[in-house]
């Protein structure tokens, strides 16, 4: 494998915690490209086992290239709330229930940059490339920096990894695989995964569900609609919308629950269809 060239500039890695990211330092090892900053932006939601897998990486990147995995957080008033105190406190619900991505922006975004700003102030650096960890099936995704003095890299969609190819690079490093990465009340969150959560980790679910109760969208709200005319006049329209819950608009995770354990229910309730065994004596 040729050694590929390294960025003349400060390489930072936005790292997530998640399978892509993990497999990217792999990758980096493997090609001998040694990052200057490593950052990992928490939003105190964070599944556990994301947690965990953070703590490992720590160990590595000091052993590998004998860096700080850092941690870095958005603060309000100089303290940590946290998204889920941020929802608890406004009564909302994270904006991606909204359509919007704006949670990631101030928790993820947001605190990397501003810590990468002051690395590359004390290093005397104008510009810096940012790696992310978006693998070959999410080339979709890929833009460049909004920022002038940024460069964004995606160093597995170059190499043409896909999400196989980022399990193998994680075993072929000995690491144990990540999980997915993500908040435990994210609403991009399948129903499959909201159950999951109820198993694994029933105290984390009542967060959510607290979150979900409290939020002012909970209930059907009234709206003030401004319809324009074919005249060029406008009228104002009173319009009822929909409760909106962490699952969006007209999906709440409490309903989903409650339907999960009705069907529960009547599987339970239903007699099965007796087979007669020719080995049971009774």
Not at 73 to 78: N, S, V
Not at 130 to 140: L, M, Q, S, T
Not at 180 to 206: G, T
Request: glycine fraction near 8%; proline fraction near 6%; charged fraction near 25%.
């Amino acid at each position: 494998m040729s050694k590929p060239k390294q960025p003349l500039h400060l390489l930072a890695v936005a790292y997530g915690g998640g399978t892509n990211s993990t497999a990217m330092l792999c990758g980096f090892r493997e090609r001998d490209i040694k990052p200057d900053l490593i950052l990992f932006a928490d939003t105190g939601a964070e599944m556990p086992h994301t947690y965990e897998h953070l703590e490992v990486m720590q160990d590595k990147v000091r052993e590998w290239w004998g860096l700080e995995l850092l941690v870095v957080r958005t603060l309000r008033a100089g303290k940590f709330e946290g998204l889920a105190g941020e929802c608890l406190r406004g009564h909302k619900l994270p904006a991606l229930a909204y359509g919007s991505k704006a949670c990631s922006v101030k928790y993820k975004s947001q605190p990397q940059n501003a810590v990468l700003r002051r690395f590359m102030k004390e290093r005397g650096n104008k510009t810096a490339t940012r790696a992310i960890g978006f693998d070959a099936n999410e080339a979709h995704r890929v833009k460049p920096a909004i920022e002038k003095w940024a460069t964004n890299w995606f160093p597995l969609v170059e190499w043409g990894w896909r999400r196989a190819d980022c399990v193998e690079a994680i075993k072929r490093n000995n690491l144990p695989q990540p999980g997915k990465s993500s908040c435990y009340f994210c609403p991009a969150m399948k129903r499959s995964e909201v159950l999951q959560l109820q198993s694994d980790n029933p105290d984390l679910l009542n967060v959510a569900l607290a979150i979900e109760r409290q939020a002012k969208c909970a209930t059907p709200q009234t709206r003030e609609v401004t319809i324009e005319q074919e005249d060029g006049s406008s009228r104002t329209e009173t319009r009822m919308m929909p409760a909106r819950g962490l699952g969006g608009e007209g999906n709440k995770w409490a309903d989903w629950l409650a339907m999960d354990a009705a069907q529960a229910k009547l599987l339970l309730d239903i007699e099965p269809h007796e087979i007669p065994c020719g080995c049971v004596d009774g």
